[in-house]
């Protein structure tokens, strides 16, 4: 009995921490195994016969409110998620502008190549096309051409004389961009290098009014060391993926989401810049060169 008089608080005690970890999954929308730790430990605890009564309601509300709180919080990140889509969605249809060779581009991306979500898109490629035509920038610089979308938005803005400069280390995408380029007339203002990003940015002895960076993630920062002392006063250096998916929000962080989250700390202690980091796409962080 006096077993019993010891585990029972204890068992109430479990029972109540799973209501709360409950609680907290249904509000984070977080996947946690300790509630149900808690509820197995605690109808085992109160699992003597004169209190499996208590063991089986206390038991059997757990269990329901896994069984439905769990499903309606799904419902409600699908929800989310869903008009989130919507939203950009509208915002694609209540946005133009950009040269309808780029609807041409997106598909032959996508049929293709191995990655074609690495394309800027439409609504971030117009966005970088409205920050060029604004800026009417005399020399552009991109690390990571991809298949051109982005180069082509951005060169639309470059000034009478002004060049793209655009780098990039695989020959079967450029292949793509160098063609598309040509579609767009866009040729003579853009120059593509094939190589190691490292290696040309330093070899370089050109000052940058925009630079956009979609390369390798694990090296940004060593871009944005290499890139910035060649920006002029004003310049713009805009990084792409900032965000990576939401996972800079994440305790565990691989590689690449690492250096990316350090980056983006990195530049809000830098004092020689102001910066702005949007939620447009998968992150772009603008930074202004002061």
């Known amino acids: 009995m006096y077993y019993l008089f010891c585990v029972q608080p204890l068992a109430f005690i479990l029972s109540l921490k799973a209501l709360k970890q409950i609680s907290a999954f249904t509000s984070n929308m977080i996947i946690n195994l300790e ?10 605890l109160l699992g003597e016969k004169e209190y499996m009564n208590t063991a089986f309601y206390i038991g059997a509300l ?3 409110l896994i069984v439905f709180y769990i499903p309606i919080s799904n419902q409600k990140t699908y929800k989310m998620i869903d008009v989130l889509r919507s939203i950009y969605q509208y915002c694609d249809d209540h946005s133009k502008g950009l040269d309808p060779v780029l609807s041409e581009l997106e598909r032959t991306t996508h049929l293709e190549t191995a990655n074609p979500r690495m394309l800027s898109g439409y ?3 117009l966005f970088l096309q409205t920050i060029s035509v ?15 979308y982005s ?3 951005l060169a639309k803005g470059l000034a009478e004389n002004g060049k793209l400069i655009t780098i990039d280390n695989n020959a079967e995408t450029l292949a793509i961009a160098k063609k598309y380029f040509t579609k767009a007339g866009l040729n003579t203002k853009i120059e593509i290098i ?10 370089l002895d050109i000052s940058f009014d925009i630079a ?21 006063k004003g310049g713009l250096i805009i990084l792409d993926n900032m965000l990576w998916s939401g996972k ?3 305790e565990n962080k691989d590689a690449k989401t690492k250096a990316l989250d350090n980056l983006n700390t990195f530049i809000q202690e830098d004092k020689d810049v102001q910066n702005l980091l949007l939620p447009l796409r998968d992150g772009l962080h603008i930074v202004t060169v002061l």
Not at 35 to 44: E, K, M, N, S
Not at 136 to 144: A, D, Q, S, V
Not at 194 to 203: C, I, L, R
């Open 212 to 232: 956009f960076i979609d390369a390798d993630k694990e090296n940004y920062l060593l871009y944005y060391h290499l890139i910035k002392p060649k920006m002029n």
């Open 134 to 148: 604004l800026k009417k920038p005399l020399n552009i610089l991109e690390l990571g051409t991809f298949t051109g």
């Open 151 to 153: 180069a082509i938005c």
């Open 123 to 125: 609504l971030q490629g």
């Open 248 to 250: 800079v929000l994440e």
């Open 62 to 64: 757990c269990i329901t």
């Open 35 to 44: 509630p149900v730790y808690g509820i197995i430990l605690a109808i085992l």
């Open 194 to 203: 094939q190589g190691d990003a490292v290696q040309v940015v330093s070899g």
